[in-house]
C-alpha cells in the first residue's frame, strides 16, 4: 500500500539541500553549479547530484544542463513546465524517490534547486513555501545583491522560518555598489545563520565559446576558495551532527524528561518516539533504518518514516500539523502585541473571538466569554460560575450550615486534571492515588450507544435494566440521536423515572446539596470513549432544570427568558466542542442550550493553548457585588494570550468555513446516502470512518463494540478481566499499527484501557483515512 503522506528526507548517506532563492534572477542556478563543482572537490570518492523538479524555462537553456555542463555532476529535472504536471503529492513523491535512489548507491551529496523566489507558485498555484515543506530539507538561500535585495533577502528569510526550515547558510555576490553583503552577513550572523559573499560570475560573452570558457575558469577559480572549503566541510559536520542529535534524543529523554500519564518502568529508550517534525496529519518521527525498528542501522534507508497522528496529538490537532495560516496569524499576533496584561482592558484578538465564538456557538443563553489557558483550568473556572449562582439563588452559606456543596455528573466522566475539576470525577485511577482529592458529587450511570455485529444498540449498565429499560437496537446512528421521536418510545419515561426518584433520594432523603450539573455531552474522552445514549443526557438535562422545588423550599420566581433554572448546566465540550463530532458544538446533537461551555482543544487549531469558558448572563450576574471578593477571583498571567486568541480566531474562522464550503461532503455522502430499502442516516450524524469500515469490525471476534461519529473512531475490545482504564487488552493492536512490517508508514495511537481510539484532523484527506482503515483492518479481520 503506498504512503498516505510524504515522508521527509533524512538519510546517513545522503547530505541533501534546498536551493531557495530571494527572488528570481539572484543566481540559484550558479551557486546550485559552484556546490555541486565544490562538494565533487572535497569528496572526490563520492557522487554529487542536481534535481530540478520542475523546470520553468526552454530546454536548451534548462537550469540541469548548466550544472551539467559546469560542474560534471549527475543532474536530472523531473518535469518540463510545458508538459502535463501531476498533482502536488506525485512530484513531491518522485522527489523523495530521486533522493532515495541516490542514497542508495553510496555517500554523496543532493542538491535541489527551487523556481524563482520563496513564494513563486507551483503548477497548482502553491507557494513553494509551503509545497516543499513536507520534505523538509535545510535550506542554502541564496539572497539577492541587487538594489532592494536587502528587503526581499530577510523576508524570504521569515517566510522560510515561520514554516520550519533550517536554513544553514546564506550565500550571495558581491557588489560594490550596494554592499548587501556586508548589510546581510551581519544581520544572518545574528541569527546564527553563515553567510558567504562570493565573486560574481563574468558579464555574457557576445560568442558562445568566449562565454563558455570565462565561465569554466570562474567555476574552476571560485570553488579552491578557502571560505567555500570551510562551508563545505561545515555543511558535513552539521548533517552529522543532525542525524547524532536524533539518535540521542530518545536517551536523553528518557533521563530528563517526566512525562504525563506515563507509568515510567514501563518505557525505555528504545520505546520513547522521536519526532523531528509534523505535517498535515502526520509526525515525521525517527526510526535506526527508516522503517524496521529492530533492524541494524542503515545508510541508504531514509531515518525518517510518516506517523499518522492518531490521537490528534491529544485531541488537539485539527487543521494539520505546521498550518501555515495558523503560524502566520500566530506571528502577526506577537509581532502586534506579544501579551498584554487583560484585566480592566481590551484587546482586537481577544473580542474578535469572543464575538465569533458566540456567534458560531449559537446558543442564545450564552453572553460572556472568559479566558485561561487550558481546559482544566477552564472547567475550574466553570464550576466556581455554577456553584456561585446556584449558592447566590438559593441562599446557601457553607460557613453557618456547614454542607458541602456538590455536582452531578456521569459515571466514567473526567474533566481534568487540576484540583478543582478532579474532584468533579468519581474516584478512578485518574485520581485514587492524589491525596487531596474528595470526589464531591454524584454520578449517574447511564445507557451507553455502540455498533454490535452491524447494529447499533443502546445498552443499559449489567444489573440496571429494571431502571433504565432493556437494550434497544437501531437500524442507524441517525435513529439513535432523533431525540424528538424516541422521546414518544418507553426509554424516555425510564430515564425521567430513574432521574427523578435518584435526585429525591440524593436531596431529600439523603440532605445533599448541589449546585451544578456537569456533563461531557455525547462521548466521554478520558473515561473511555464511550457514547452515552443522547436521550439520556438530553432527559437529564430537561429533569434537573424542571427540578427546582427539589434545590429550594422556594417557589421558582418570574425569571427573564434563557436563565438557568434548577441548576446550571455545565457543558464539558473541551473534547467534543467545535466540529470534532462534526458540528459547531455536540450539545446540539443533545437538542440542549447549556447554561456554561467549556471550549479548548480544537480552539486553536492545535497550535497554541487557550481556552473559552463561555456563560450565561444569569450566571454573570451572581459576582455582581458590592465587594471585591464577590468578583470570579480567577485568572491566569497569559488570561485572553493576544498570540492565542488570534490563532483561534483563526482556526475557528477556518473551521466554519470549510464547513460552509462542504468540505466534508464526501464523508458525510458515505453516511448519509444510502439506498431507498434501509433507514437514513440523516443529515448531521456521519463519521471521517467510513460506514463499511465500521460495519466490518464490529463483527472482528476480538472486538466488543464501535462508535465512530465525526472524526472519532473508538474500538472496544473484550477484556475479561475487567481492569478498566489499567487494562492491557488494546496493547497489542497499538503495536501492530506502530509496528507495520515492511510498510513505510505506521499509526501512532493511544489506547483507554482495553480501549483503542483513532481520531482524524478536520483537514484529514479521505485516501488517507482510508489507508489507515486498512492497516487496521489488516490487523484485527
Same mark, same amino acid.
Request: hydrophobic fraction near 35%; charge should be neutral.
Given at each position: 500500500?503506498?504512503?498516505?503522506?510524504?515522508?521527509?528526507?533524512?538519510?546517513?548517506?545522503?547530505?541533501?539541500?534546498?536551493? =531557495?532563492?530571494?527572488?528570481?534572477?539572484?543566481?540559484?542556478?550558479?551557486?546550485?553549479?559552484?556546490?555541486?563543482? @565544490?562538494?565533487?572537490?572535497?569528496?572526490?570518492? #563520492?557522487?554529487?547530484?542536481?534535481?530540478?523538479?520542475?523546470?520553468?524555462?526552454?530546454?536548451? /537553456?534548462?537550469?540541469?544542463?548548466?550544472?551539467?555542463?559546469?560542474?560534471?555532476?549527475?543532474?536530472?529535472?523531473?518535469?518540463?513546465?510545458?508538459?502535463?504536471?501531476?498533482? &502536488?503529492?506525485?512530484?513531491?513523491?518522485?522527489?523523495?524517490?530521486?533522493?532515495?535512489?541516490?542514497?542508495?548507491?553510496?555517500?554523496? $551529496?543532493?542538491?535541489?534547486?527551487?523556481?524563482?523566489?520563496?513564494?513563486?507558485? $507551483?503548477?497548482?498555484?502553491?507557494?513553494?513555501?509551503?509545497?516543499?515543506?513536507?520534505?523538509?530539507?535545510?535550506?542554502?538561500?541564496?539572497?539577492?545583491?541587487?538594489?532592494?535585495?536587502?528587503?526581499?533577502? %530577510?523576508?524570504?528569510?521569515?517566510? *522560510?522560518?515561520?514554516?520550519?526550515?533550517?536554513?544553514?547558510?546564506?550565500?550571495?555576490?558581491?557588489?560594490?555598489?550596494?554592499?548587501?553583503? &556586508?548589510?546581510?552577513?551581519?544581520?544572518?550572523?545574528?541569527?546564527?545563520?553563515? $553567510?558567504?559573499?562570493?565573486?560574481?560570475?563574468?558579464?555574457?560573452?557576445?560568442?558562445?565559446?568566449?562565454?563558455? #570558457?570565462?565561465?569554466?575558469?570562474?567555476?574552476?577559480?571560485?570553488?579552491? *576558495?578557502?571560505?567555500?572549503?570551510?562551508?563545505?566541510?561545515?555543511?558535513?559536520?552539521?548533517?552529522?551532527?543532525?542525524?547524532?542529535?536524533?539518535?540521542?534524543?530518545?536517551?536523553?529523554?528518557?533521563?530528563?524528561?517526566?512525562?504525563?500519564?506515563?507509568?515510567?518502568?514501563?518505557?525505555?529508550?528504545?520505546?520513547?518516539?522521536?519526532?523531528?517534525?509534523?505535517?498535515?496529519?502526520?509526525?515525521?518521527?525517527?526510526?535506526?533504518?527508516?522503517?524496521?525498528?529492530?533492524?541494524?542501522?542503515?545508510?541508504?534507508?531514509?531515518?525518517?518514516?510518516?506517523?499518522?497522528?492518531?490521537?490528534?496529538?491529544?485531541?488537539?490537532?485539527?487543521?494539520?500539523?505546521?498550518?501555515?495560516?495558523?503560524?502566520?496569524?500566530?506571528?502577526?499576533?506577537?509581532?502586534?502585541?506579544?501579551?498584554?496584561? +487583560?484585566?480592566?482592558?481590551?484587546?482586537?484578538?481577544?473580542?474578535?473571538?469572543?464575538?465569533?465564538?458566540?456567534?458560531?456557538?449559537?446558543?442564545? !443563553?450564552?453572553?460572556?466569554? +472568559?479566558?485561561?489557558?487550558?481546559?482544566?483550568?477552564?472547567?475550574?473556572?466553570?464550576?466556581?460560575?455554577?456553584?456561585?449562582?446556584?449558592?447566590?439563588?438559593?441562599?446557601?452559606?457553607?460557613? !453557618?450550615?456547614?454542607?458541602?456543596?456538590?455536582?452531578?455528573?456521569?459515571?466514567?466522566?473526567?474533566?481534568?486534571?487540576?484540583?478543582?475539576?478532579?474532584?468533579?470525577?468519581?474516584?478512578?485511577?485518574?485520581?485514587?492515588?492524589?491525596?487531596? =482529592?474528595?470526589?464531591?458529587?454524584?454520578?449517574?450511570? =447511564?445507557?451507553?450507544?455502540?455498533?454490535?455485529?452491524?447494529?447499533?444498540?443502546?445498552?443499559?449498565?449489567?444489573?440496571?435494566?429494571?431502571?433504565?429499560?432493556?437494550?434497544?437496537?437501531?437500524?442507524?446512528?441517525?435513529?439513535?440521536?432523533?431525540?424528538?421521536?424516541?422521546?414518544?418510545?418507553?426509554?424516555?419515561?425510564?430515564?425521567?423515572?430513574? %432521574?427523578?426518584?435518584?435526585?429525591?433520594?440524593?436531596?431529600?432523603?439523603?440532605?445533599?446539596?448541589?449546585?451544578?450539573?456537569?456533563?461531557?455531552?455525547?462521548?466521554?474522552?478520558?473515561?473511555?470513549?464511550?457514547?452515552?445514549?443522547?436521550? +439520556?443526557?438530553?432527559?437529564?438535562?430537561?429533569?434537573?432544570?424542571? @427540578?427546582?422545588?427539589?434545590?429550594?423550599?422556594?417557589?421558582?420566581?418570574?425569571?427573564?427568558?434563557?436563565?438557568?433554572?434548577?441548576?446550571?448546566?455545565?457543558? &464539558? /465540550?473541551?473534547?467534543?466542542?467545535?466540529?470534532?463530532?462534526?458540528?459547531?458544538?455536540?450539545?446540539?446533537?443533545?437538542?440542549?442550550?447549556?447554561?456554561?461551555?467549556?471550549?479548548?482543544?480544537?480552539?486553536?487549531?492545535?497550535?497554541?493553548?487557550?481556552?473559552?469558558?463561555?456563560?450565561?448572563?444569569?450566571?454573570?450576574?451572581?459576582?455582581?457585588?458590592?465587594?471585591?471578593?464577590?468578583?470570579?477571583?480567577?485568572?491566569?498571567? =497569559?488570561?485572553?494570550?493576544?498570540?492565542?486568541?488570534?490563532?483561534?480566531?483563526?482556526?475557528?474562522?477556518?473551521?466554519?468555513?470549510?464547513?460552509?464550503?462542504?468540505?466534508?461532503?464526501?464523508?458525510?455522502?458515505?453516511?448519509?446516502?444510502?439506498?431507498?430499502?434501509?433507514?437514513?442516516?440523516?443529515?448531521?450524524?456521519?463519521?471521517?470512518?467510513?460506514?463499511?469500515?465500521?460495519?466490518? *469490525?464490529?463483527?472482528?471476534?476480538?472486538?466488543?463494540?464501535?462508535?465512530?461519529?465525526?472524526?472519532?473512531?473508538?474500538?472496544?475490545?473484550?477484556?475479561?478481566?475487567?481492569?478498566?482504564?489499567?487494562?492491557?487488552?488494546?496493547?497489542?493492536?497499538?503495536?501492530?499499527?506502530?509496528?507495520?512490517?515492511?510498510?513505510?508508514?505506521?499509526?501512532?495511537?493511544?489506547?483507554?484501557?482495553?480501549?483503542?481510539?483513532?481520531?482524524?484532523?478536520? $483537514?484529514?484527506?479521505?485516501?488517507?483515512?482510508?489507508?489507515?482503515?486498512?492497516?487496521?483492518?489488516?490487523?484485527?479481520?
Amino acid at each position: 500500500m503506498a504512503a498516505p503522506s510524504m515522508g521527509s528526507a533524512l538519510w546517513r548517506s545522503l547530505r541533501a539541500y534546498q536551493v =531557495y532563492g530571494a527572488n528570481t534572477d539572484v543566481g540559484k542556478t550558479v551557486m546550485s553549479t559552484i556546490l555541486c563543482k @565544490a562538494m565533487m572537490r572535497r569528496f572526490p570518492d #563520492e557522487k554529487t547530484w542536481y534535481i530540478k523538479p520542475v523546470s520553468t524555462g526552454p530546454q536548451a /537553456e534548462a537550469d540541469d544542463r548548466h550544472v551539467a555542463r559546469f560542474s560534471e555532476s549527475s543532474t536530472h529535472c523531473l518535469f518540463q513546465f510545458d508538459q502535463p504536471i501531476p498533482p &502536488d503529492s506525485s512530484i513531491l513523491q518522485k522527489i523523495l524517490s530521486q533522493l532515495s535512489s541516490y542514497a542508495l548507491t553510496g555517500r554523496g $551529496t543532493a542538491f535541489l534547486e527551487t523556481a524563482g523566489g520563496v513564494h513563486s507558485p $507551483t503548477p497548482s498555484g502553491t507557494s513553494q513555501a509551503d509545497f516543499y515543506r513536507p520534505l523538509r530539507l535545510p535550506v542554502v538561500l541564496v539572497a539577492d545583491h541587487r538594489l532592494g535585495g536587502i528587503s526581499s533577502s %530577510i523576508s524570504a528569510f521569515e517566510s *522560510l522560518h515561520v514554516r520550519g526550515y533550517d536554513i544553514d547558510f546564506v550565500l550571495l555576490f558581491r557588489d560594490s555598489r550596494y554592499q548587501n553583503d &556586508d548589510y546581510l552577513s551581519k544581520y544572518f550572523q545574528e541569527h546564527g545563520i553563515s $553567510t558567504l559573499s562570493l565573486p560574481s560570475p563574468p558579464a555574457r560573452r557576445f560568442h558562445g565559446q568566449e562565454d563558455e #570558457e570565462a565561465m569554466v575558469e570562474y567555476y574552476d577559480r571560485v570553488t579552491k *576558495l578557502d571560505e567555500v572549503g570551510e562551508m563545505i566541510s561545515m555543511s558535513e559536520a552539521r548533517h552529522e551532527a543532525r542525524v547524532k542529535s536524533l539518535e540521542s534524543m530518545s536517551s536523553r529523554a528518557y533521563k530528563h524528561i517526566w512525562y504525563p500519564f506515563t507509568q515510567h518502568r514501563d518505557i525505555s529508550p528504545s520505546s520513547i518516539m522521536t519526532v523531528d517534525s509534523a505535517h498535515g496529519d502526520f509526525f515525521q518521527t525517527y526510526r535506526p533504518d527508516g522503517l524496521n525498528p529492530t533492524a541494524p542501522p542503515s545508510k541508504s534507508s531514509n531515518l525518517t518514516r510518516p506517523t499518522f497522528d492518531g490521537s490528534a496529538s491529544w485531541w488537539t490537532q485539527g487543521l494539520g500539523h505546521a498550518n501555515p495560516k495558523l503560524s502566520l496569524s500566530a506571528a502577526y499576533a506577537a509581532g502586534r502585541y506579544g501579551h498584554v496584561m +487583560f484585566p480592566g482592558g481590551i484587546h482586537e484578538p481577544a473580542l474578535s473571538l469572543a464575538e465569533l465564538l458566540l456567534h458560531t456557538l449559537n446558543n442564545p !443563553r450564552l453572553q460572556r466569554v +472568559f479566558y485561561s489557558d487550558n481546559g482544566s483550568s477552564g472547567m475550574e473556572i466553570a464550576i466556581k460560575m455554577g456553584l456561585r449562582a446556584a449558592a447566590s439563588r438559593y441562599g446557601w452559606d457553607d460557613e !453557618r450550615n456547614g454542607k458541602e456543596v456538590e455536582i452531578l455528573g456521569l459515571k466514567g466522566s473526567y474533566h481534568g486534571d487540576t484540583l478543582g475539576a478532579m474532584d468533579c470525577s468519581e474516584p478512578s485511577a485518574f485520581n485514587q492515588k492524589v491525596q487531596w =482529592y474528595r470526589g464531591r458529587g454524584f454520578w449517574f450511570d =447511564y445507557p451507553r450507544v455502540k455498533m454490535v455485529k452491524g447494529i447499533w444498540v443502546v445498552q443499559p449498565p449489567e444489573g440496571m435494566e429494571g431502571e433504565l429499560g432493556s437494550e434497544a437496537t437501531f437500524a442507524s446512528l441517525r435513529e439513535v440521536f432523533d431525540i424528538e421521536s424516541r422521546k414518544k418510545g418507553n426509554n424516555d419515561a425510564y430515564y425521567r423515572k430513574y %432521574i427523578t426518584n435518584t435526585l429525591v433520594k440524593l436531596i431529600k432523603d439523603e440532605g445533599r446539596r448541589f449546585g451544578a450539573l456537569v456533563i461531557e455531552p455525547v462521548v466521554l474522552g478520558a473515561g473511555g470513549m464511550m457514547l452515552v445514549d443522547p436521550l +439520556f443526557q438530553h432527559t437529564l438535562v430537561q429533569v434537573i432544570r424542571s @427540578a427546582h422545588c427539589l434545590f429550594s423550599p422556594s417557589p421558582l420566581p418570574s425569571l427573564p427568558p434563557h436563565t438557568w433554572t434548577g441548576l446550571p448546566i455545565v457543558a &464539558d /465540550e473541551v473534547f467534543t466542542g467545535l466540529y470534532r463530532l462534526g458540528r459547531p458544538t455536540s450539545s446540539s446533537f443533545l437538542a440542549i442550550h447549556p447554561d456554561i461551555s467549556v471550549h479548548a482543544k480544537l480552539l486553536t487549531g492545535g497550535l497554541v493553548p487557550l481556552c473559552a469558558t463561555v456563560a450565561s448572563e444569569s450566571v454573570f450576574e451572581s459576582f455582581l457585588g458590592k465587594e471585591k471578593s464577590d468578583a470570579l477571583l480567577h485568572g491566569h498571567s =497569559y488570561t485572553a494570550h493576544a498570540v492565542g486568541c488570534k490563532v483561534a480566531e483563526t482556526a475557528v474562522k477556518m473551521m466554519v468555513g470549510m464547513e460552509k464550503k462542504g468540505a466534508w461532503e464526501g464523508f458525510k455522502k458515505d453516511w448519509l446516502d444510502v439506498p431507498p430499502h434501509t433507514s437514513s442516516t440523516g443529515p448531521g450524524i456521519w463519521s471521517h470512518w467510513s460506514r463499511a469500515f465500521v460495519n466490518d *469490525l464490529s463483527y472482528a471476534e476480538n472486538v466488543e463494540g464501535v462508535i465512530a461519529i465525526g472524526s472519532i473512531l473508538a474500538i472496544s475490545l473484550h477484556d475479561r478481566t475487567g481492569a478498566g482504564y489499567t487494562s492491557t487488552a488494546a496493547n497489542t493492536l497499538r503495536e501492530t499499527l506502530f509496528n507495520r512490517s515492511g510498510a513505510d508508514w505506521n499509526v501512532h495511537s493511544r489506547v483507554l484501557g482495553n480501549v483503542l481510539y483513532l481520531m482524524a484532523s478536520q $483537514t484529514s484527506k479521505m485516501e488517507t483515512l482510508r489507508s489507515i482503515e486498512g492497516a487496521v483492518r489488516g490487523a484485527l479481520l
